[in-house]
């Protein structure tokens, strides 16, 4: 089922292994073409882990990004902005506790609720093509065991189910309007946008793992590419690109 939703086209399945894996594999479809389906049978998530994508319970949606950059160093804060995009959408219905752990990890009151997995296929002259994936957990009343304790949906917060199709609308309108301001290069827009929304941001104690090593260290803001400072032993500053960041005490009362 193709629906239109101007400048988004949007190819809708029942069933898909991964929405990111199916508009990768849609040769030259043009900018704004986006997959949803109702379950993924191999959904992914970053660092090879599985997004769980169970039928009709969640937003499972991937957009086509065409932009011409003249410079890869604006790339990561691709995330950030679709985070935001996100979190905002979930603010404006009314969810409580919505917070943004780095880089693009959507929580509610610490457990996650979103997640965002972005692709940039480059192939030698042609232009840069940008695979934006975007699950959010809406409906699910419980999950796996293994994720019970760390993962939450909109209907535990709010106690409501909401229609999928009203949540993606919604977030492919907030996903447009952040698209526009990078590609115009509003970066300081994203970055302190992202500041507000997030607990992580600034003055928060946390332990990065990045591969073998964990960095212990208090958080100091965003660089203007969407980097991490860290504020390690003796006051040095690591800008962290890539990593884990888990909390390591709460800060005191957040008020986004
Ligand atoms: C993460 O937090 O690890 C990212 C999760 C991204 C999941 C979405 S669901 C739609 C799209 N298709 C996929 O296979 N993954 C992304």
Known sequence: MIIHRPPFIIHHFPSLSSTNDQLKATGDAPEF????????????????????????????????????IDSFSKLPLTGLWAAISVAETLIERGVAGVD??????????????SGVLAEAVSAGSEPLRIILGVGVNLNHRSFPTELSSTATSLAIETGERVPVEEFRDQLLAKIGQWYEL????????????????????????????IDNEKLVGVTEGLTET??????????DVRTILVGEVTRLRKSAKFSG
């Open 33 to 68: 073409t986006c997959v949803v389906a109702d379950e993924q049978t191999a959904g992914r998530g970053r660092r090879m882990r599985t997004w769980h994508s169970s039928p009709g319970d969640g937003l499972y949606l991937s957009v086509l990004l065409l932009p011409r």
């Open 100 to 113: 943004i752990k780095w880089p693009n990890d959507v929580m509610v009151n610490d457990r996650k609720i």
């Open 182 to 209: 990078w590609r115009r290069d509003e970066s300081a827009s994203i970055v302190s946008r992202w500041e507000r929304l997030s607990s992580y941001a600034r003055g928060q104690q946390v332990v990065v793992a």
């Open 226 to 235: 969407g980097a991490l400072r860290l504020v390690v032993d003796k006051g």
